[in-house]
């Protein structure tokens, strides 16, 4: 069993849709971050947070500490959201990054 | 704030050539990342900087691969000799200091080996 979750593993959905992409973990964390990754390669840190919830614009991400489980959601889709979205939490013990296997999330107009 | 920069963007060579890949940190930030991401995989840490000091290359395929950071702020990947299995993403992040700092990630750099 891998030690970050993600799921859907692949996501279609229409413009404007609420969208709701799930990680969860099995590790003592000190951190958790959620990336995006355009087809192009790089990538971009969306959030790092260790309780509680953040916003940025469209995004919010939520964690729940004791169910090891956060969420990354967006509101209003856009066809430029289209992305992989990555989970990957910070371990406790050695802070390296275990990284989730993606959701790869398309937007259609 | 300036990003991470890295470049060459892409590259291309022949298996059992050499390629290096250039990367500028954050200004100021002390830890530096290299990761080989390959397609439809999560990124895998190559090597971790803390200023000019090794801090985990336990996942660095030594025998091919090599990374310094002399000053303590660029950094250089090499690999020599390229095989085909090295084709992937090569990214670069870096952050304020090591644990539990958000990373901060370049563009990344894809190579292909044919």
Redesign the interface.
Known sequence: KNEVEQSPQNLTAQEGEFITINCSYSVGI??L?W?QQHP??????LF?LSSGKKKHGRLIATINIQEKHSSLHITASHPRDSAVY?C?V?EDSN???I????TKLIIKP | EAGVAQSPRYKIIEKRQSVAFWCNPISGHATLYWYQ?ILG???K?LIQFQNNGVV?DSQLPKDRFSAERLKGVDSTLKIQPAKLEDSA?Y?C?SSLA???Y???????T?LTVT
């Open positions: 000190s951190a971050h990336l192009g390669g790089g990538i971009v840190s790092m990555i990957a910070s802070y390296q990054l990284w989730g296997a993606g | 991401q995989q999560g990124p840490l985990d993403v990214l992040a090591g644990a539990g958000e990373q901060y990630f370049g563009p990344g894809r």
